[in-house]
């Protein structure tokens, strides 16, 4: 099915492993995001991508690192994993000229 | 203070019952109000999206902009209990490109006994 494919689904780290969230779309979308909810505090941005090699910092950026390796791909990367980066983690994108954005299914991750 | 305020709920309603979601906010900015639904353990999807100021209708569903108030409201008329979900509010100055992307409320979670 088209779509935006998120994977893993869940993931639990150790405080100050890495690791690499995956996002890819089927949808031939120019924008892509990554947006992290947690209880109380809705959907924050981290960082967005308007187009294949270009990236921009969202609202929480703080401890992350992404990658757009294509128009298709985009990734998230945790560094040195905290306690604080427990959330769930929603990769998103979107059609230049169009107002909605397709949500992936999330990764959900706990760092203990 | 947060510039989209929307009360967490939840909101429990009987079947049948016509609902009225709503979302405040700061921003003069905001042009473009959008209505996401997330289902338990999924992503958000689009419901709903207006541009300015009015009203937009489709099948049971109603959004409402009120610019000059600074107030947007989605309103579900027949609810059925397939509409139990958790319903977010979202905005943005331009059309959800940029670095901004959208800003959205916390979100409302809506129960609808049968």
């Known amino acids: 099915n088209a779509g935006v494919t998120q994977t893993p689904k869940f993931q639990v780290l150790k405080t100050g492993q890495s690791m690499t969230l995956q996002c890819a779309q089927d949808m031939n979308h120019n924008s892509m995001y990554w947006y992290r909810q947690d209880p109380g505090m809705g959907l924050r941005l981290i960082y967005y991508?308007?187009?294949?090699?270009?990236?921009d910092k969202g609202e929480v950026p703080n401890g992350y690192n992404v990658s757009r390796l294509n128009k298709r791909e985009f990734s998230l990367r945790l560094e040195s994993a905290a306690p604080s980066q427990t959330s769930v983690y929603f990769c998103?994108?979107?059609?230049?000229?169009?107002?909605?954005?397709?949500f992936g299914s999330g990764t959900r991750l706990t760092v203990v | 203070q947060k510039e989209v305020e929307q009360d967490p709920g939840p909101l429990s309603v009987p079947e049948g019952a016509i609902v009225s979601l709503n979302c405040t906010y700061s921003?003069?900015?905001?042009?473009?109000f959008m209505w996401y639904r997330q289902y338990s353990r999924k992503g958000p999807e689009l419901l709903m999206y207006t541009y300015s100021s009015g009203n937009k209708e489709d099948g049971r569903f109603t959004a409402q902009v009120d610019k000059s108030s600074k107030y947007i409201s989605l309103f579900i008329r027949d609810s059925q209990p397939s509409d139990s979900a958790t319903y977010l509010c979202?905005?943005?100055?331009?059309?959800?490109?940029?670095?901004?992307?959208?800003?959205f409320g916390k979100g409302t979670h809506l129960i609808i006994q049968p």
């Open positions: 979202a905005m943005s100055a331009n059309s959800g490109g940029g670095a901004d992307g959208l800003t």
């Open positions: 921003n003069s900015a905001f042009q473009y």
């Open positions: 991508s308007a187009s294949e090699g270009t990236t």
């Open positions: 998103a994108s979107r059609l230049q000229g169009r107002y909605g954005y397709t």
